[in-house]
């Protein structure tokens, strides 16, 4: 029979990075297009509108998002770089404090002050692996992956488009806007619902809170656009 101490597996949040990109693109792309749709079908006649203005806004929107999370990955690379730079300067010139520092990260565990002593100057024996405990405890930074700001781009773009697809599609299928906003409602609430469920489980928080908060964004939004456009095709 297997020893049950071994059998423990510890579930944990993996690529998590991916995760939040998809999230990021998906429920902007999901709501923003959807918002517009909703605004303009309150103000226009002719499908043909809705779908030229949703595709303008999609392809702007997944490019803008996609340089936004470009720009967020480059930023992460350049700072961790100017950190380590700095760790390796100041572990060459302040050797005394780098090591005091080990002593107090060590010291906030309650490790005693001859094990603090011991692990600070076995640290320092090895200048990366000393610069590298520096960045992780004394920082909290880990090494960015070379890839991630291109990787990031794509992602949140294509989520993008993918979410901001969905409420738009209805309008290709029907024959004036007000039918198009009632499937693309029906379209984006269930998706909305379903893509907070799953993001609220794999983040960890309660599915269905989640999933509802989503979703109560969507509409707000939506409806907030088409009242406006409503009240503005009114007055003008």
């Known amino acids: 029979m297997a020893n049950s101490k071994n059998s423990h597996k510890e579930e944990h ?23 517009l749709a909703a605004g303009l079908s309150g103000a226009v006649q002719h499908n043909s509108v809705v779908i030229t203005a949703g595709i303008a806004e999609i392809v702007a929107g997944s490019i803008a998002m996609g340089l936004g999370g470009y720009l967020a990955g480059k ?25 005091g520092e080990i002593k ?5 565990y309650g490790i005693n002050e ?5 692990i600070a100057d076995e640290l320092a024996k090895d200048k990366d692996k000393w610069v590298d405990f520096m960045l992780k405890y004394e920082l909290g930074l880990e090494k960015p992956d070379a890839n991630r700001a291109r990787n990031s781009a794509a992602t949140i773009g294509i989520s993008y488009i993918v979410g901001g697809l969905i409420p738009l599609s209805a309008y290709f299928f029907t024959h004036t806007p007000t039918q198009g ?3 693309s409602a029906i379209l984006t609430v269930i998706c909305l619902f379903v893509f907070g469920y799953f993001k609220s489980k ?5 599915p269905l809170k989640g999933a509802l908060k989503v979703t109560l964004i969507g509409i707000t939004a939506a409806a907030a656009a088409f009242v406006v456009a409503k009240l503005f095709n009114q007055l003008f």
């Open 13 to 35: 949040l993996g690529s998590s990075a991916f995760i939040t990109d998809i999230v990021i693109g998906m429920s902007d792309g999901l709501t923003v297009p959807f918002a």
């Open 75 to 99: 930023t992460e690379q350049e700072h961790f770089q100017s950190e380590l730079k700095r760790e390796y300067a100041e572990v060459e010139t302040l050797p005394e404090k780098e090591k």
């Open 104 to 108: 107090l990260i060590f010291a906030e």
């Open 114 to 118: 001859t094990t603090q002593n011991i």
């Open 181 to 183: 906003l009632l499937i």
């Open 202 to 206: 794999v983040t960890g928080q309660p």
